[in-house]
T-cell receptor, first 111, second 115 residues
Framework: RKEVEQDPGPFNVPEGATVAFNCTYS??????FFWYRQDCRKEPKLLMSVYSSGNEDGRFTAQLNRASQYISLLIRDSKLSDSATYLCVVNERTGANNLFFGTGTRLTVIP | ETGVTQSPTHLIKTRGQQVTLRCSSQ?????VSWYQQALGQGPQFIFQYYREEENGRGNFPPRFSGLQFPNYSSELNVNALELDDSALYLC??????????????FGNGTRLTVT
């Protein structure tokens, strides 16, 4: 079983739509959680950390459910520039700062 | 502040050859991590270096090896290249006191193609 699982998509949504991505992780001892964004042929870049109480950054809202080992990302009012692959990332606190990445969910926002 | 830089940007090698990829860490960062990202997959942890010693390793064979230098820059060496080694290789640096709850910030990667 993979450490982090995501729906690979693709998600094709019109501009202005709200879209949600989900992710599950296998290790209940995981300590920290992130969403990264990756544009085509570029490196992943941190979008936001995910906190237990949930957190928001502008149009982006991240939620964590430790009991269900589930992480979500909600994007409101989608923009064309939101088109990218979104990677769910978990740190299992193994001693090294070892991040486990999902395969990513591809989003295309359509005009 | 200078971020993480990697070289070369692109590289083409033949099966069986050896390759060395380089990474300069961000100023003030003494820990370097390497990841491999195959097409359509998320990055996978190769290993991490701290104070010139390996400090954690993922599920990669011994032909993947590394070095860290006193200035905290790092190399990833891959011997006996295989076609499946074709991937984007990412380097990230972090300060020693960042703890295991900090995100990583990657360099722009080296795209390796093995033919």
């Amino acid at each position: 079983r993979k450490e982090v699982e995501q729906d690979p998509g693709p998600f094709n949504v019109p501009e202005g739509a709200t879209v949600a991505f989900n992710c599950t992780y296998s290790n209940s001892a995981s300590q920290s959680f992130f969403w990264y964004r990756q544009d085509c042929r570029k490196e992943p870049k941190l979008l936001m950390s995910v906190y237990s109480s949930g957190n928001e950054d502008g149009r982006f809202t991240a939620q964590l459910n430790r009991a269900s080992q589930y992480i979500s990302l909600l994007i409101r009012d989608s923009k064309l520039s939101d088109s990218a692959t979104y990677l769910c990332v978990v740190n299992e606190r193994t001693g090294a700062n070892n991040l486990f990445f999902g395969t990513g969910t591809r989003l295309t926002v359509i005009p | 502040e200078t971020g993480v830089t990697q070289s070369p940007t692109h590289l083409i090698k033949t099966r069986g050859q050896q390759v060395t990829l380089r990474c300069s860490s961000q100023s003030g960062h003494n820990t370097v991590s390497w990841y491999q990202q195959a097409l359509g997959q998320g990055p996978q942890f190769i290993f991490q270096y701290y104070r010139e010693e390996e400090n954690g390793r993922g599920n990669f064979p011994p032909r993947f090896s590394g070095l860290q230098f006193p200035n905290y820059s790092s190399e990833l060496n891959v011997n006996a290249l295989e076609l499946d080694d074709s991937a984007l290789y990412l380097c990230a640096s972090s300060p020693a006191d960042s703890g295991n709850n900090s995100p990583l910030h990657f360099g722009n990667g080296t795209r390796l193609t093995v033919t």
